[in-house]
């Protein structure tokens, strides 16, 4: 079992920038992807950016939907700190949102997640 905590969210001016941190623990042996998903108030969550770890590419899932904010968002990750970070650049009051983490066992993002971290909230003033 793997285990999820999403952090750094608050607020953030308009044109600045934000970066959220996902510290996995447990069960992180052999492949496995993490990615980043976002929930506006009111409307459902989508995905954002997966990375993958291990041999195989676990993060295949190719679309344009969300383009705009994906060309202004940046994964990384520290394998010292195991964690996983999401940055977005020149964010908007419609990234207002709760971000959340998940992995996944399989190539599945952003359709189904294995485990999934709590959320933080990120609220962009204009």
């Known amino acids: 079992e793997v285990q999820l905590q999403a952090s750094g969210g608050g607020l953030v001016q308009a044109g600045g920038s934000l970066r959220l941190s996902c510290e996995v623990s447990?069960?992180?042996?052999?492949?496995?992807?993490i990615g980043w998903f976002r929930q506006p108030p009111g409307k459902e969550r989508d995905g954002i950016l997966c990375i993958s770890f291990g041999e195989k590419d676990l993060c295949t899932y190719n679309s344009d939907y969300l383009q705009e904010l994906k060309d202004r968002s940046t994964i990384s990750s520290d394998s010292a700190k195991n964690t996983v970070y999401l940055q977005v650049d020149k964010v908007k009051p419609t990234d207002t949102a709760v971000y959340y983490c998940?992995?996944?066992?399989?190539?599945?993002?952003?359709?189904?997640?294995?485990?999934w971290g709590q959320g933080t909230l990120v609220t962009v003033s204009s």
């Open positions: 998940a992995a996944a066992e399989e190539d599945s993002f952003p359709y189904y997640m294995d485990y």
């Open positions: 447990g069960d992180t042996f052999g492949e496995y992807s």
